[in-house]
């Protein structure tokens, strides 16, 4: 076989497997995408953040110390939320993440105990996976965390929603969440504005509510796009 006629099979398969990729990719971007609106912080916005954390119970969840669950079936937590202190597991792998100080956590893979060169990759690791399977939990018990501003963003229907913009904190400092509140100001979804997706305003449900043990309530399911992601095994304690 000629090298130019093996330079146009390898085209080919390229093209085959990245054309529908990048036309279906093209589609949910003009479907989907949507500028960050621009709207100012309100005392009006307060008010509403404040309403859906009494829906929530917010009284429920500061009294609540450990979270448990489990994030897609992949990730492992056991959160001490009061002592900033949480167990992280994937694979074979446990992260005792301090979670105001990574650099003192401990790391095991397979049970042993890795020494602190060893170590930092994992608990880099351990901090990306809890500052985001954390935030698919407890995200709307955040609305006031230091760092956010609220405001209203007019909707159809006379409808408002609650954009929180997040300046600090967290893996991914100036993302921004629109939440969808029902007329009980229970969310029901929210819209990201965040550096790790290539769409801006993608839409998440937030409509599979359990209430816990501490009466905390907290979802067992999100769907983005055509995705699930699950949560599992939630348990929680004073």
Known sequence: MSPKKIVKIVAGIIIFFTLPSLLFFGYLYFKHNEDLPEVTPSEA??????????????????????????????????????????EVYWK???VDLNINAPN???????????????????????????????????????????????????????????????????????????????????????????SILPIEGLEASWSNWTTTETGAQLPEFHKLLFLGLEITGIKTAM
């Open 45 to 86: 916005a307060d008010v509403v953040a404040q309403k859906m954390l009494d829906t929530l119970d917010y009284d429920a969840y500061k009294n609540t110390n450990y979270i448990e669950w489990t994030f897609n079936n992949r990730h492992h937590y056991k959160w001490k939320k009061n002592e900033d202190f949480c």
């Open 92 to 94: 074979d792998i446990k």
């Open 104 to 194: 003192s956590s401990t790391v095991l893979v397979s049970k042993d105990t890795l020494n602190t060169a060893d170590s930092k990759e994992y608990i880099e690791k351990a901090v990306e996976y809890f500052n985001n399977d954390s935030f698919w939990i407890v995200a709307p018990y955040k609305v006031f965390d230091a760092g956010t501003t609220r405001s209203l963003v007019p909707l159809e229907n006379n409808k408002k929603g609650l954009l929180i913009s997040y300046t600090s904190g967290g893996s991914t400092p100036g993302d921004s969440y629109m939440w969808l509140l029902d007329k009980d100001n229970k969310p029901t979804a929210f819209k990201m504005w965040v």
